[in-house]
């Protein structure tokens, strides 16, 4: 049974999110501050965090800093409705995905199993699984989910290395916003959804705006993104 940490000072809504997460096979550990958050986040017991923004002491942004200076932990980050700058900064930080309060608690478990998901091997692929990527100075290897750029590891989140693998798998192909957010965020794209271009900053900066001269992932403005095709013999 996985087990869900969710990291919320509302103690009612914790016991909501257990009550919908519980039927669904999902054990939830409730904690309500940063601090003891962040400890348990660490302890390397849960496949998830779910991690509120407002909290006593740390906030969510320090307590998701803290995270991804030692883990990888999927974080499913809330924040609250229309708050555009934190939603960003927290995809900027590493959090996996976000949602808005108040939620639908359905969406919310829709969230966290569309990110479990995306971070299991894909089993019914073994050769997919075993694969090797490499598209100029990057190198991806699916059997560790592991990504090097001139030999050095990059650290990215579950996103950021399934956006990555989209791109390098299609160099100098044009790949339309709507189907990357189906294809790595598993969800519909709507109209004021910027989740996904959040992910592609990311990933410029990982690793690196340019090679050579040669942009990376340019920008098709009003369509999507596209892995430049020339990094292919670099």
Avoid: W
């Avoid at 609250?80 to 960003?88: F, L, P, Q, S, Y």
């Avoid at 989910?145 to 399934?162: H, I, K, Q, W």
Wanted: aromatic letters at 4%.
């Amino acid at each position: 049974m996985q087990q869900i940490l969710v990291i919320d000072d509302d103690v009612e809504l914790c016991e909501l999110v257990a009550e919908y997460l519980e039927p669904e096979g999902y054990k939830v550990e409730a904690v309500h501050n940063g601090e003891t958050g962040v400890e348990r986040a660490l302890s390397g017991e849960h496949a998830l965090a779910v991690l509120d923004f407002m909290l006593p002491g740390i906030n969510g942004f320090e307590v998701l800093r803290r995270i991804r200076a030692s883990s990888r932990l999927p974080v499913v980050m809330l924040t609250a409705r229309g708050d555009d700058v934190n939603r960003i900064v927290g995809l900027q930080i590493g959090a996996d995905d976000y949602l808005p309060k108040p939620f639908n608690p359905l969406e919310l478990v829709a969230r966290i199993s569309a990110v479990l998901r995306r971070s299991r091997p894909d089993e019914r692929n073994e050769e997919r699984a075993r694969a090797t990527l490499v598209v100029g100075d990057v190198e991806m290897d699916n059997r560790t989910r592991t990504v090097r750029r001139a030999g050095e590891t990059v650290e990215l989140t579950v996103v950021e290395y399934d956006l990555l693998e989209k791109l390098l798998s299609a160099p100098g192909r044009i790949l339309t916003r709507e189907e990357l957010v189906k294809e790595v965020l598993h969800r519909d794209l709507s109209p004021f959804d910027r989740s996904i271009d959040t992910h592609v900053s990311n990933l410029r900066r990982k690793l690196g705006h340019q090679v050579q001269g040669v942009e990376r992932i340019k920008t098709v403005r009003g369509i999507g993104y596209i892995y430049a095709n020339s990094l292919e013999s670099y």
